[in-house]
C-alpha cells in the first residue's frame, strides 16, 4: 500500500499569499495518478487537481498541481477567502487508493 | 448535472451489518465510469472502501475486503455498499463517488455525494 505524507500538517497565511502544499509517496506514483481535493466543513470533498497537474472542471487557475514519482505539490498563486479549508492528496497508481491525512489552510 | 445521493440507516448496532445506498441522477450508472465508496470518521482522514462498475465487477480495500461487498442494481441507478461485523471505530461519515477507470487521468472521485453519518452503537 502506498503512504502518502502530507506537508505541512497546517498552514497559517493571510489573504493574497501563495500557499504551498507537499504531498509525499512511500513509492513512486504510477503514472503520476495523484489527485488533490478540497474539503470544508461539513462538505464532501472537491476535487481540484487529478493526473498530477490537470485541472478538474470549473477550479480556478490560481490552483495548480505539479510534481512526479513521490513528490507532488499544490500551490495555490493567491490565497482567496473560500480558499481556507484542508487539502487533501490521493493517489490510484496502485490499489488500494490512498489518500494523505491533509493540510489545514487557515487564516493568520 | 451529476448527483449521488446516500442513503440507509444512521444509526448501527455493533457487530451487525452497515448497508447504505447511493443513488445516482443526471448520469448513466451504465455510461463508463466507476462508482464507489469512501468513508471518513469524525475528524479525521478519507479512507477508500472499494468501487464497482456498471458490469458488477468490484475491487475493496484489502484492510476491508473480507467484510464488504458492494452490488449495483442498473435498473434502479443505483450501487449500494453492505459491512458486516462493524465496531464502533467504524463510525464515520461515508460518502458515495464517481471516478474513472484508470488510464484517464487515474481514479479521481469527481463527484461526492453529500455524505451520511453512520454510528456505530450500542
Known amino acids: 500500500e502506498i503512504v502518502l505524507t502530507q506537508s505541512p500538517g497546517t498552514l497559517s497565511l493571510s489573504p493574497g499569499e501563495r500557499a504551498t502544499l507537499s504531498c509525499r509517496a512511500s513509492q513512486s506514483v504510477s503514472s503520476n495518478y495523484l489527485a488533490w481535493y478540497q474539503q470544508k466543513p461539513g462538505q464532501a470533498p472537491r476535487l481540484l487537481i487529478y493526473?498530477?497537474?490537470s485541472r478538474a472542471t470549473g477550479i480556478p487557475d490560481r490552483f495548480s498541481g505539479s510534481g512526479s514519482g513521490t513528490d507532488f505539490t499544490l500551490t495555490i498563486s493567491r490565497l482567496e477567502p473560500e480558499d481556507f479549508a484542508v487539502y487533501y492528496c490521493?493517489?490510484?497508481?496502485?490499489?488500494?487508493?490512498?489518500f494523505g491525512p491533509g493540510t489545514k489552510v487557515d487564516i493568520k | 448535472q451529476v448527483q449521488l445521493q446516500e442513503s440507509g440507516p444512521r444509526l448501527v448496532k455493533p457487530s451487525e451489518t452497515l448497508s447504505l445506498t447511493c443513488a445516482v441522477s443526471g448520469y448513466s450508472i451504465s455510461s463508463g465510469y466507476h462508482w464507489g465508496w469512501i468513508r471518513q470518521p469524525p475528524g479525521k482522514g478519507l479512507e477508500w472502501i472499494g468501487s464497482?462498475?456498471?458490469?458488477?465487477?468490484?475491487y475493496y480495500n484489502p484492510s476491508l475486503k473480507s467484510r464488504v461487498t458492494i452490488s449495483v442494481d442498473t435498473s434502479k441507478s443505483q450501487f449500494s455498499l453492505k459491512l458486516s461485523s462493524v465496531t464502533a471505530a467504524e463510525t464515520a461519515v461515508y460518502y458515495c463517488?464517481?471516478?474513472?477507470?484508470?488510464?484517464?487521468?487515474?481514479?479521481?472521485?469527481?463527484?461526492w455525494g453529500q455524505g451520511t453519518l453512520v454510528t456505530v452503537s450500542s
Open positions: 490521493q493517489q490510484s497508481g496502485s490499489s488500494p487508493f490512498t
Open positions: 493526473g498530477a497537474s
Open positions: 463517488a464517481r471516478h474513472p477507470g484508470a488510464g484517464t487521468g487515474g481514479c479521481y472521485f469527481d463527484y
Open positions: 464497482i462498475y456498471y458490469s458488477g465487477t468490484t
